[in-house]
């Protein structure tokens, strides 16, 4: 955060994936999804959302794919 933002408030982000393992041929990964609000001002963190998914499928792109898609429905 720099000083050039002037928004009340601020939503950031950040999403990592990782391979879990695989099992006849599927890959499974685990996507986890943060999110902070922060008071643009002060950089006060007002709330922290972690969401995790777990996905499966032929490939790790895909898994993960598929893990994200289940934490943005969430």
Partial sequence: ???????DLLVL???????LGSYQG???C????E???????TKEV???HN???TGVDL???AAAEKALNQVGEK
């Fill in 1 to 7: 955060m720099t000083a050039e933002n002037q928004a």
């Fill in 13 to 19: 982000g950040e999403v990592s994936s990782e391979r």
């Fill in 26 to 28: 599927l890959i499974s």
């Fill in 30 to 33: 685990r996507v986890t999804v």
């Fill in 35 to 41: 999110t902070k609000v922060v008071k643009g001002a």
């Fill in 46 to 48: 007002l709330t922290v």
């Fill in 51 to 53: 969401l995790q998914q």
């Fill in 59 to 61: 490939t790790e792109n």
